[in-house]
Structure formats: C-alpha cells, structure tokens
C-alpha cells in the first residue's frame, strides 16, 4: 500500500490534492539529495491517475519537474498522499443499476458531452494569449469528438443528438464564430479551424458555459474546495467508504 509503503498512514488528512494559488518553479527551492525516489512516487501517482482523475492536474505538473527535483515539489506530492489518506477508496464508480440504461442510450439518444478549457498539455511560453490556447483546446477536444464518433460507428452504435462541445471564454467562441482571419487571429493555425467546419457539417454543436460549471477546469488548476468537490461528483469520483 503507497501510504504505508511511504509512511503517511499517520499523515494528517487534507480535504485537496493542492493548494489553490500555489506556485511551482524549476529554480526556486533547495535541490533533493535522492531524486529517484521522487521519481518513484510520482510514477506511482500517474498510475492513481486512471482512476482518479482528479489527481491528474497536480501529478502532470509534478512530472514536469523530474530531471531536477526541489523541495517544495516533495512537499506538493507530499499533500497528494495526505489527501490519499483522506480519501482511500475514492476513485471512477460506474453503478450496476444504471447498466439497462447505457444499452439504450447506446440504441437511441447516446448524448456526447466535451468539456474545454485551456489545453493543459501547451506550453505557456509559446502561446500568444489566453483565448488562442482556449481556442486549441477547443480544436483538441474536436478531435476527440470526431475520434469517438469513429469509434462508436465501427461498434454500429448510433446516437440522435449532436455531440456538444462546452467552452467557457467568450473570445475563443468569437474566433469560432467568425473563422476569418485579421490581425488579431492570423497566428491562429488554419488546422484550428476545425471546429467551425464540424459545426457547419452538422457534427458538432458549440455552446457556452460558465466556469463554475465546466468540468474541465479540474484539469487545468488547483480548485478551492467547494469548485473540487463539485466537479468530482459531477464526474462520477466517488468514495467507496464514504456513505452516499
């Protein structure tokens, strides 16, 4: 077991797997004398990752800094097995009862559902501003889309409602909306215009959400509590101990 196997069956609970706000840096702090067996430890937290979503974003920022490992990285994936401690048996539930109704979704109104928000994978650097990386975040959940789609036809599985992609920045929808290129979008690759021309053959359909209700932000920053435990439950992240 990793608390035991780490010393943290004793570590006192935390309600989040990272603080909000906190600031990570590849220079700042002292360098970890044994950096391997902080490799180990975020190696077995990606594996948590499957079915704990909800650690994804914490974990994927800590991996980005295995080559040279500080401190406060320690201590970041520290809190992750405190928050382990809290939560032992949480993890994706999929119930039996609601088997009979996956079938006939899958026969009749199979609705797909796609969440975007900045493109956790791209590099901050390189991007010329926020609703650019929205705007790619919004072209690789297309794909994903158009992906799954593939998917369900070899199955022979149809659906009668389009799938629905979900963005919550308003400049990202504009450039969606109005695919002509000017000053402000010609940095914008002409592959991203992918959106547009799925929505305009009936494949897609975009709509806007607010961001306290998009599920993706889970994946892109560290959440207060209230925002966490929201979306966890909206994802289907449930406690097996914890009576619901």
Same mark, same amino acid.
């Given at each position: 077991?990793?608390?035991?196997?780490?010393?943290?069956?004793?570590?006192?609970?935390?309600?989040?797997?990272?603080?909000?706000?906190?600031?990570?840096?590849?220079?700042?702090?002292?360098?970890?004398?044994?950096?391997?067996?902080?490799?180990?430890?975020?190696?077995?937290?990606?594996?948590?990752?499957?079915?704990?979503?909800?650690?994804?974003?914490?974990?994927?920022?800590?991996?980005?800094?295995?080559? #040279?490992?500080?401190?406060?990285?320690?201590?970041?994936?520290?809190?992750?097995?405190?928050?382990?401690?809290?939560?032992?048996?949480?993890?994706?539930?999929?119930?039996?009862?609601?088997?009979?109704?996956?079938?006939?979704?899958?026969?009749?109104?199979?609705?797909?559902?796609?969440?975007?928000?900045?493109?956790?994978?791209?590099?901050?650097?390189?991007?010329?501003?926020?609703?650019?990386?929205?705007?790619?975040?919004?072209?690789?959940?297309?794909?994903?889309?158009?992906?799954?789609?593939?998917?369900?036809?070899?199955?022979?599985?149809?659906?009668?409602?389009?799938?629905?992609?979900?963005?919550?920045?308003?400049?990202?929808?504009?450039?969606?909306?109005?695919?002509?290129?000017?000053?402000?979008?010609?940095?914008?690759?002409?592959?991203?215009?992918?959106?547009?021309?799925?929505?305009?053959?009936?494949?897609?359909?975009?709509?806007?959400?607010?961001?306290?209700?998009?599920?993706?932000?889970?994946?892109?920053?560290?959440?207060?509590?209230?925002?966490?435990?929201?979306?966890?439950?909206?994802?289907?992240?449930?406690?097996?101990?914890?009576? #619901?």
């Amino acid at each position: 077991m990793l608390l035991n196997e780490t010393g943290y069956l004793g570590a006192k609970p935390v309600s989040t797997p990272m603080e909000p706000n906190l600031k990570l840096s590849s220079t700042d702090g002292q360098l970890l004398s044994n950096p391997t067996s902080y490799g180990s430890l975020i190696g077995r937290l990606l594996y948590l990752t499957i079915t704990r979503p909800n650690l994804s974003y914490v974990v994927n920022r800590l991996s980005q800094y295995l080559a #040279s490992p500080r401190k406060p990285h320690l201590t970041a994936a520290q809190r992750i097995l405190q928050y382990l401690k809290t939560t032992p048996g949480q993890g994706l539930f999929f119930s039996s009862k609601v088997e009979p109704q996956i079938s006939a979704y899958a026969e009749t109104s199979l609705s797909i559902k796609i969440f975007s928000d900045v493109d956790w994978g791209s590099c901050i650097d390189t991007r010329r501003s926020i609703s650019e990386a929205e705007y790619r975040a919004m072209e690789h959940a297309t794909c994903e889309i158009t992906w799954i789609l593939a998917i369900l036809k070899d199955f022979n599985i149809s659906h009668s409602t389009l799938a629905v992609l979900y963005c919550d920045n308003d400049a990202a929808i504009h450039i969606y909306q109005n695919p002509v290129f000017h000053e402000h979008t010609k940095h914008v690759d002409i592959d991203c215009h992918i959106v547009w021309e799925k929505v305009q053959q009936g494949k897609l359909k975009m709509l806007h959400v607010f961001s306290n209700n998009n599920l993706a932000d889970i994946f892109t920053k560290a959440l207060f509590l209230v925002a966490f435990k929201d979306i966890i439950f909206k994802m289907g992240v449930k406690d097996l101990y914890t009576p #619901s």
